[in-house]
């Protein structure tokens, strides 16, 4: 990355999420603290690249079905910098006429963001806006005031490997806010890192990690799998409910072992 191109409030003190799982993934938005922590999470737990991959392939899969199931908006909460196979990019191919919203509180991922939909997107579908997820109401109000998505139609809300850098048990109320404001017919995607199920040197390289994260300026809640699964209240889960990512509608499930990351897609009922 050019180290001229430094947006405002970037912190390049500490690593941050967005950008470690952005060289996770082998993109270049990421400066050497990032790599350097990377690299020591590599050492620690040496399946971290191959878990980004799995949860960013479980991100377009169930993109791509939500679309499939005629839900063509998008609002991505916590979206990270972008990367191949952006939310906007694999909706428009379900559908050309597909809206997504970016949300995300790091400086980075929200100046890359703005720089690919200036040049690759259509700001009558497409916007992105910086701000904190844990303030339900204001992204809603802040998402839909851009004129990108229509409120008259459902919703496909996505926080796909973010919540596990928002620590507090009040974060159970603000998802619960907005399930409330999703329309009849949304969907809620969710993926979020568990040590539920892991055991053996899988677990103890997981412990590691959270300690790892400590030193970052985004330190890490790895919940257990009840409390995930709680965060979809009284969705309807789709088949096959809360699993591995690179579980998640698999041709061959057993293909990708890792347990640590989980996933899932719901559907709101109509009242």
Same mark, same amino acid.
């Given at each position: 990355?050019? %180290?001229?191109?430094?947006?405002?409030?970037? /912190? @390049?003190?500490? %690593?941050?999420?967005?950008?470690?799982?952005?060289?996770?993934?082998?993109?270049?938005?990421?400066? &050497?603290? $990032?790599?350097?922590?990377? #690299?020591?999470?590599?050492?620690?737990?040496?399946?971290?690249?191959?878990?980004?991959?799995?949860?960013?392939?479980?991100?377009?899969?169930?993109?791509?079905?939500?679309?499939?199931?005629?839900?063509?908006?998008?609002?991505? @909460?916590?979206?990270?910098?972008?990367?191949?196979?952006?939310?906007?990019?694999? &909706?428009?191919?379900?559908?050309?006429?597909?809206?997504?919203?970016?949300? /995300?509180?790091?400086?980075?991922?929200?100046?890359?963001?703005?720089?690919?939909?200036?040049?690759?997107?259509?700001?009558?579908?497409?916007?992105?806006?910086?701000?904190? @997820?844990?303030?339900? $109401? $204001?992204?809603?109000?802040?998402?839909?005031?851009?004129?990108?998505? /229509?409120?008259?139609?459902?919703?496909?809300?996505?926080?796909? &490997?973010? @919540?596990?850098?928002?620590?507090?048990?009040?974060?159970?109320?603000?998802?619960?806010?907005?399930?409330?404001?999703?329309?009849?017919?949304?969907?809620?995607?969710?993926?979020?890192?568990?040590?539920?199920?892991? #055991?053996?040197?899988?677990?103890?390289?997981?412990?590691?990690?959270?300690?790892?994260?400590?030193?970052?300026?985004?330190?890490?809640?790895?919940?257990?799998? #009840?409390?995930?699964?709680?965060?979809?209240?009284?969705? #309807?889960?789709?088949?096959?409910?809360?699993?591995?990512?690179?579980?998640?509608?698999? /041709?061959?499930?057993?293909?990708?072992?890792?347990?640590?990351?989980?996933?899932?897609?719901?559907?709101?009922?109509?009242?």
């Amino acid at each position: 990355m050019d %180290p001229e191109f430094v947006p405002e409030g970037v /912190d @390049l003190e500490r %690593p941050n999420a967005a950008r470690i799982y952005d060289w996770a993934l082998g993109g270049n938005a990421n400066w &050497a603290v $990032d790599r350097e922590f990377g #690299e020591q999470m590599v050492k620690t737990f040496p399946l971290v690249r191959t878990g980004a991959r799995a949860n960013r392939a479980f991100l377009g899969r169930a993109v791509r079905y939500c679309a499939e199931n005629g839900v063509t908006q998008f609002l991505d @909460l916590g979206s990270g910098v972008p990367t191949v196979g952006n939310v906007h990019e694999i &909706a428009d191919d379900v559908d050309p006429d597909s809206r997504c919203v970016y949300v /995300d509180n790091e400086p980075v991922a929200v100046a890359h963001a703005k720089i690919l939909l200036e040049k690759h997107g259509d700001p009558r579908r497409h916007a992105v806006i910086a701000g904190d @997820l844990r303030d339900a $109401d $204001d992204i809603w109000e802040r998402a839909f005031g851009t004129g990108v998505l /229509d409120p008259a139609k459902p919703v496909a809300l996505l926080t796909v &490997a973010v @919540l596990h850098f928002v620590p507090g048990p009040e974060l159970a109320g603000t998802i619960a806010r907005y399930r409330g404001l999703l329309p009849a017919g949304s969907f809620y995607v969710l993926s979020h890192v568990t040590m539920s199920g892991v #055991e053996g040197d899988e677990l103890e390289q997981i412990q590691r990690v959270v300690k790892q994260y400590e030193q970052s300026s985004t330190p890490a809640a790895f919940r257990d799998r #009840e409390e995930i699964l709680s965060f979809f209240g009284d969705l #309807e889960l789709v088949e096959p409910g809360l699993v591995p990512v690179g579980a998640w509608r698999l /041709d061959d499930p057993r293909s990708f072992a890792l347990d640590c990351g989980i996933g899932g897609v719901a559907r709101k009922p109509a009242p």
